[in-house]
């Protein structure tokens, strides 16, 4: 059986392909929230877009039971982040020109703790903004490539400026296009689902829960036919006979070209797979999109 549109599904169904931007609270890690949503949901897994040190709040996404099968997009995704840099010594005159001069590419080693091997590479910092300083504390926005190590970032920024520093609280406001107007917290997500199981009321479940196709909306879309879906579902490639059409992204960016991941969906909408784009959708045979991941 083919999905129904991402709008009309059933609660259940929801559940079993969603996105929830979490709000992740102080203290557990990025696993742990995952693990409590995962059996809060009834689901078998939950995948959450990148590792969250403990004392770290903000935008987590997270996919749900199937939906896990299509977390390769989460990489990749640029972060936006607010962190308090705690100087030890007043700031310089100099203090926005040092700051302007940690915008573009930066060197960072991943700090002993980390899971990831230590070894020097480059990170892009896209944007270094002041939100309000108050003596020694500076609020910072900041916009960067995933993997930069903020707490490292704001170890540097003391160097550079001459009186060390290092980084107070900080809370992640944007992973890609999730950002901090779509969170919801673990309390809102406990009120949702159990609204919807004591009471039968879903409403707050659907605003809490997002159908999971909204975490593959930045990818390019080959729309196919039902038939084809349905063979997809078997583990055939998308073969030229069943592409009804290719689309842009939604949010940007032009149509697939040859070796682009993108999203494969039946006419309502629903997401089936994800794959390469590996011949020419207009084509009258051969393999359009070798599939990679099957999503129904």
Partial sequence: ML?????????????????????????????????????????QRAAHAGTLDPK???SLPLLLGRATRAARVFDGLG????????LQGPPPADFEAVLGEFEGDIYQTPPRKSA??????????????????????VLLRIECEAGTYVRKLCHDLGLALGTGAHMGDLRRTAT??????????????????????????????????????EALAGLPRVVIAGSAAREV????PVYAPGVLETRPAPHGGGRPEEGDLVVCTIPNGSAVALGSLVGDPG????TVVDTDRVLV
């Avoid at 896209?126 to 504390?137: A, F, I, N, S, Y």
């Avoid at 901090?180 to 949702?192: G, K, P, W």
């Avoid at 579902?233 to 055939?236: C, H, L, R, S, V």
């Avoid at 084509?283 to 051969?286: I, M, Y």
Wanted: charged share 30%; hydrophobic share 40%; proline share 8%.
């Fill in 79 to 86: 972060k936006e982040y607010v962190a308090v840099l705690e």
């Fill in 116 to 137: 990831v091997v230590r070894e020097r590479r480059v990170r892009r910092v896209h944007e270094l903004q002041v939100l309000d300083r108050d003596g020694r504390q």
């Fill in 233 to 236: 579902a078997e583990g055939a």
């Fill in 176 to 213: 890609g296009r999730f950002d901090d107007t779509s969170l919801v917290t673990l309390h809102d997500l406990a009120d949702a689902l159990a609204f919807w199981r004591e009471d039968g009321e879903a409403g707050p479940l659907r605003e809490a829960v997002a159908p999971a196709e």
């Fill in 56 to 58: 770290v709040t903000g």
């Fill in 283 to 286: 084509a009258d045979r051969g």
């Fill in 3 to 43: 999905p129904d549109p991402p709008d009309e599904r059933s609660p259940a169904d929801l559940l079993a392909f969603g996105l929830v931007n979490l709000d992740k609270p102080p203290g557990p890690s990025a696993h742990q929230v995952a693990g409590w949503v995962r059996d809060m949901t009834g689901q």
